[in-house]
């Protein structure tokens, strides 16, 4: 079974320029989340999505970060105009909750490094 | 909401040696599942053990065991017989199973183990 994909593994930008971040998830799970993971903290929640919907966006910065996930498959993740603080590492996680809401086990991808000088 | 604290930021063991990685959270809810999450260097985070709050025995798997003491809202994981493979970041995280759908998890700021020989 394929895992969690996402691309680009790495990205140097500089601050003010635009940043898109895909993501795809295991075939069949229906929730995909973003988590932004700065260097020496843990990860944190920026958007949480149910097939295509918006279930948890509070700590997405809504003035410069937007997430879409369409056809409830895909996902990407923009940041524009980026700033100096957004450097971290997106990353990108997909649950299969159909037999529990709540059990399913996260599983990641290796995420997106973002370095914003 | 919930909090969820590491108190070492860092840690080492010598290989086939055993280390306990404390963990305690802060919730209200009655009902949650509790996870601890390993992130070796530069690569995704994999699952490495769950517990699910109404079950009172503690969570094993293969050298991986917990300590849950629900009242002290505490969990700690021990590593027995460590292996260098096991170096890593070891993150504890919640999830709140109340939420249904909406269940997210909420990571603390991780614990780096170090294992030598």
């Known amino acids: 079974e394929a895992g969690v994909a996402q691309s680009p593994r790495y990205k140097i930008i500089e601050k003010r320029q635009s940043v898109a971040f895909w993501c795809n998830p295991i075939?069949?799970?229906?929730?995909l989340y973003w988590y932004q993971q700065i260097l020496g903290q843990g990860p944190k929640l920026l958007i949480q999505?149910?097939?295509?919907?918006?279930?948890?966006d509070s700590q997405l910065p809504k003035d410069r970060f937007s997430a879409e996930r369409l056809k409830g498959v895909d996902s990407t993740l923009k940041i524009q105009p980026a700033k100096l603080e957004d450097s971290a590492v997106y990353l990108c996680a997909s649950r299969d909750n159909r037999d529990s809401p709540w059990a399913g086990e996260l599983f990641f991808g290796e995420g997106s490094r973002l370095t914003v000088l | 909401a919930q909090t969820v604290t590491q108190s070492q930021p860092e840690m080492s063991v010598q290989e086939a040696e055993t280390v306990t990685l404390s963990c305690t959270y802060d919730?209200?809810?009655?009902?949650?599942?509790l996870f601890w999450y390993k992130q070796p260097p530069s690569r995704q985070m994999i699952l490495v053990i769950r517990?699910?709050?109404?079950?009172?025995q503690n969570a094993t798997e293969n050298r991986f065991s917990v300590n849950f003491q629900k009242a002290a809202k505490s969990f700690s994981l021990k590593i027995s017989d460590s292996q260098l493979g096991d170096t890593a970041m070891y993150f504890c995280?919640?999830?709140?199973?109340?939420?249904?759908?909406?269940?997210?998890?909420?990571f603390g700021t991780g614990t780096r183990l170090q294992v030598t020989l």
């Open positions: 919730t209200s809810e009655n009902n949650y599942y």
């Open positions: 075939s069949g799970h229906a929730t």
């Open positions: 999505f149910q097939n295509n919907g918006v279930v948890d």
């Open positions: 995280a919640f999830m709140n199973s109340h939420t249904g759908t909406a269940s997210k998890l909420t």
């Open positions: 517990q699910e709050a109404y079950k009172q």
